[in-house]
């Protein structure tokens, strides 16, 4: 029991229609908090007159500075943000009763509300804007009778082809539900040294790349980087022996993490890395990589989870050295946009009787003697949870939900500033660009990908240092009329809000610096589009505010960034045990849980994926987890490794009566209905009442 209880925290894996909104806004006084530079802190005095130092930022970006914004949640300006044409008011929803609600419809949202509803609750998925997907929605623009597609945030998914170690593709696999795509088997690089391609999917090609890049210091490169690889073999090979969607939050998860018993018995010195899964992984690469080109390609590894190896949790590198180098790895445009991502796990919703109602913006979290009852909507329904209400907006918009009340508990009102308070990346700007394509010869590149470094002496957080832009329609013919292309370019999650939030949007000033900080973008597309600025059907702007309106994140965050290296604040008892950089998605609400990419483990659609996996585990009784993982065990031999064995077997009647956890039990489950072991059809649709309520 011993192994695997420690075992369970080794698994973790790596990884807008912006339309300039025609409402004006008031300028507010932003109450600023902190700036963290070094180290993440969450605790400075507030003053009214603070020194913006997030904007010295843009100023003073050097390499080795982990660059993070943070602002004191309750000082809120008070002050309507802007409804943007083109994501919904927010207005519709209806009352009713559920299990369980889940606010917001992102990845982390509906993989756990699709989840739930497989598991045999009742479930309604709450979403302010008018479509699916959060970060992963798409917007159509026509133009001179065609239609151009959009994507507003990720383009970037590895493993979404076939069953793989994706959490997403597996949570697809398991609601059995298909998702087509087109594959690619390389990332872009246009750095100070020019062009080339990191070749997924080849260990030869790899090195090949380190020899042709690193000049004489090539053979040292790869020396260095197998001794990086064989520091983290264990921790890697953990990724195969436990899933993280054999995670949940209670006692439970010594029987569904049981099957990873052999490989624990086999690789003992595991134990002795539990900490280093969760630390700094700046750490580990600094003992082996000297070279700077290793370092570089490193960090930009790092970066989709919003820190270079400095700031990033040793886990996040783990999917990609145990996958991004075997033959069968490959880059994935989903057909049809990133909105399919969605499209999919909505499908995976409905099917097991779920409901996702859109437009329908949650005002407040209603709780009463200590526990979450439901939610009231924008339009003044409310809606009752009969089992929990699970939150799927950052934190940041979570403690909006919250209103402190009078003779709360204290630590609900220190809950709420410590992850109202907590640090955060800067928010993104983007640039849409419709192309005509007539002519144009993009036989130099391989891919539709790219990353785009101006220089490497600075920071890769800073937006003006480093962007992505992207081409499905290489790939994917739908997304534009024939003989088109859409470009989506985007800054890193660094831009600092401040001198955005001071701009009247549409106002002259607002258009000259949305035209000012959007010039790396369009350079950087020149690198590849030489001609691009003359091929231009149209192009949009998106400035953080857009990003903020249309991603419903608040001021445009790319998201929380507690660097790795300590345990931040409310990480419930792993924190005390392990450095662990997150927030507990449990809550100090009997009933509400988080989930999203503010949670374990992090940043990107994977991960996100997986928190709210983890949180739809905790909230059901083991039997359903661990009969869920035995069905999806079965649906590859990839997923063999899910299936929680016989050992899985052996620890459940120790654990099957303290799951779900008392907090997430109403009065009938602690009477009996959900302790003794469920039969679990989700295709009954009586079943939410036999379930675990
Ligand atoms: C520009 C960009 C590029 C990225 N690139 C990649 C990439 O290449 N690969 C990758 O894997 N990841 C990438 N990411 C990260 C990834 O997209 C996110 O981490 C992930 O999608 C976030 O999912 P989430 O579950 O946390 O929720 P979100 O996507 O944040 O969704 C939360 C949802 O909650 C809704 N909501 C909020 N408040 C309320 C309320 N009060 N009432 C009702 N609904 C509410 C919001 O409208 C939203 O739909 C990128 C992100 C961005 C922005």
Redesign the pocket.
Known sequence: MKLSTAFLFLCATS?SAFIAPTSHRSIATTRLQSTTEEAPATTTTTTEEAKNTNVAQTEDTSRDKVMTFSYDMSMEPKYEKPTYPGTGNGMSGDSGEYDIIV???????LSCSALSAKYGSKVLC????IKVG???HTFSRMHDGGKYSFEV?????EGLDRPSLNPLRMIFDILEETMPVKTYKGLGYWTPSGYWRFPIGSREGFEELLREQCGEDGEKAIREWDALRARLKTLGGSTQAVALLNLRQDAGFLATTAGSLPFVLKNPDVFGDLSLTFDDLSKTVDEFVTVPFLRNFIDTMCI?CGFPAKGAMTAHLLYILERFFEDSAAFCVPIGGTCELGNTLQRGLEKYGGKLQLN???DEILIEDGRAVGVRLKNGNVVKARKAVVS???PF?TVK?MPKQEEEPKGLTKWRDDIGKLPRHGA?SHLFLAIDAEGLDLSHIDDPAHLVVQDWDRSLQDSQNLCSFFIPSILDKTLCPEGKHVIHV?SSGGEPYEPWEKLTPGSDEYEAYKKERVEVLFSAVERCIPDVRDRIEFSIIGSPLAHEAF???DRGT??MAWAAGTSAPQSGILGSVLPFPFPNLKTPVDGLLR???SCFPG????S?AAS?AIAANTMTHVDNHLQMLSEASKLDPMYKFLDAGFMGQVYKPLVQGMTPSSELRTDRFTTGAGAAPVDYSASDPNVSDRVDL
Do not use: Q
Request: aromatic fraction near 8%; include cysteine.
């Open positions: 990884a606010i917001g419809s992102g990845m982390g949202g709450l979403e302010s804007h959060g970060s992963a945030g990720p383009s970037i998914f989709f329908a913006h949650v799927n907006a950052t918009d939900l993104i985007y991603l419903r994140r790319y998201g989930c999203g990419d940043i990107g659609t994977p996100a709210g």
